[in-house]
């Protein structure tokens, strides 16, 4: 069980539990075509924005597995929502689960991304105990690998065209990181 303290907070950021006030935020980073490049679903209309932060608003702790926590990134000083982060708890049995980042573009390239998910990490081996994290990416998509092997995380799998995405054929990049590695970096 996992039932953050909110917010959480980094050097230049805050973590923390999505409010129905993020929507125009929210929304102009799920609608934006340089986010969804590499996701499963096209840009969303503002009414696929409302069910999601519905959905992700909901989802403030993890009780059980099959849960997704979810968390708005927000820059301390200015409090504008730049970021989505995800942790879904997998398995109790196998103490496994996996994290999912999302950045408004206009935000890339100042380390916030590797910021906020080192407490996504830090909550998944220390606040839930994890053994063992994943992160998947689509291969074309560099910044998020990048992401990953940045953090320590291990190149595991590379699967080629392995999910039919957007009509194509996709290949998928898995990355690890297992709790000892998290104490040892």
Same mark, same amino acid.
């Given at each position: %069980?996992?039932? &953050? ?7 230049? +950021? ?6 129905? #006030? *993020? +929507? ?21 209309? @503002? *009414? ?13 702790? +993890? ?21 989505? !982060?995800? !942790? ?6 196998? *103490?496994? $689960? ?6 408004? &573009?206009?935000?890339? #390239?100042? #380390? ?5 998910? @080192? ?8 606040? !839930? #105990? ?7 990416? *689509? ?8 992401? %990953?092997? $940045?953090?320590?995380?291990? @190149? ?10 957007? $009509? ?8 690890? %990181? ?6 040892? @970096?």
């Amino acid at each position: %069980m996992l039932r &953050p303290s909110y917010p959480i907070r980094t050097a230049r +950021l805050q973590l923390r539990p999505f409010t129905p #006030g *993020d +929507l125009a935020a929210f929304h102009a980073i799920h609608s934006h075509p340089e986010v969804t490049r590499y996701l499963y679903w096209e840009p969303h209309t @503002r *009414d696929e924005s409302v069910l999601s932060l519905q959905r992700k608003s909901a989802s403030a702790e +993890l009780t059980e597995p099959g849960e997704t926590l979810a968390l708005a990134v927000e820059l301390t000083e200015s409090r504008e929502l730049i970021g989505d !982060l995800t !942790l879904q708890w997998i398995s109790a049995e196998h *103490d496994s $689960g996996e994290i999912g980042v999302v950045f408004d &573009p206009r935000h890339h #390239g100042h #380390g916030y991304a590797a910021e906020a998910t @080192r407490e996504l990490l830090k909550l998944s081996f220390d606040g !839930l #105990g994890l053994h063992r994290v994943i992160g998947r990416c *689509d291969a074309r998509n560099i910044a998020s690998a990048s992401l %990953m092997e $940045g953090l320590g995380m291990r @190149r595991e799998a590379h699967l080629r065209e392995n999910e039919r995405v957007k $009509g194509e054929w996709t290949d998928e990049l898995v990355y690890a %990181m297992l709790a000892t590695e998290w104490t040892r @970096r």
